[in-house]
């Protein structure tokens, strides 16, 4: 069996900015959880059998204590803001597995939930469905990849190193010096995407790297000003790359079967009637009638 593990807040974003406005019966706004309904479905009628799927439930997080500067919610349309909820028990009604992160992100679900499926050796492969590049660091070898399905492209370990030049253990330590401007930490100053490649490619993490820039690896250029930036900069280096860092712990599931999909729920009915989705509620009860639930 395959695991599919998906990003419902980027696919949430990406439809709210693709797809037009939509109310449901009660003014509620649905365009975009609509569209990830569709979406993740058609997953399962082209033969995905075990699906997870991760929410912000809020943007904010632990990280937010860590470092004042983290992402917010500030500045978020109100109306893809108050899809959230709507699409996770939709999500639900529809039989998907849904983890809505309060406390941690989606992407820590994910992160989690990766690594406890790729330990089933039932498990052929796990397929992190996002093009998000802190989940590069979930990837292994060709069992845990990243798929980016609006460009059905793929990424497996080789596909990291080609991307960013290091090998997907040093990715918080090489998001930690280039910096995230999506999750609001600027790195530290001088560093940028070749110098970390080329530096993290010979010393795979922070505490590795020589503090004497004389002692660096010849192919390191301006080795000098970049330990001298690193080393002025430490402690928030390492806060970065904690803030990089995506969490194993969260609770995703038991075991893998939990994520088996089996049919709709008694009351996904009642939620295409509001969204006006019925074509939707068609479609999932004939597939699950014809037994793709497995």
Known sequence: ????????????????????????????????????????????????????????????????????????????????????????????????????????????????????????????QVFICTPDKDLSQCVVGTRVVQLDRRREALRDEAGVVERFGVKPHSIPDYLAVVGDSADGFPGVSGWGAKGAALTLSQYPHLEGIPKDWREWHPSIKKARALSESLFSAWNDALLFRTLATLRLDVPVFDTVEDLRWRGPRPNFEEHCQRMKALTLFRRVTAAKSKGYSG
């Open 1 to 124: 069996m395959d695991v599919h593990l998906i990003d419902g807040t980027y696919e949430l974003f990406r439809h709210f900015f693709a797809v037009p406005s939509s109310k449901d019966a009660n003014g509620q706004e649905v365009g975009a959880m609509r569209g990830v309904l569709t979406s993740v479905f058609s997953m399962i009628e082209r033969g995905a059998t075990h699906i997870g799927v991760a929410t912000d439930h809020v943007v904010e997080s632990f990280r937010n204590d860590l470092y004042p500067g983290y992402k917010t919610s500030e500045g978020v349309n109100p109306q893809l803001l108050s899809q959230f909820p709507v699409l996770e028990e939709a999500l639900e009604a529809m039989g998907v597995r849904v983890w809505p992160m309060i406390q941690f992100e989606a992407d820590d679900a994910l992160a989690s939930a990766a690594a406890k499926a790729a330990s089933d050796d039932r498990v052929g």
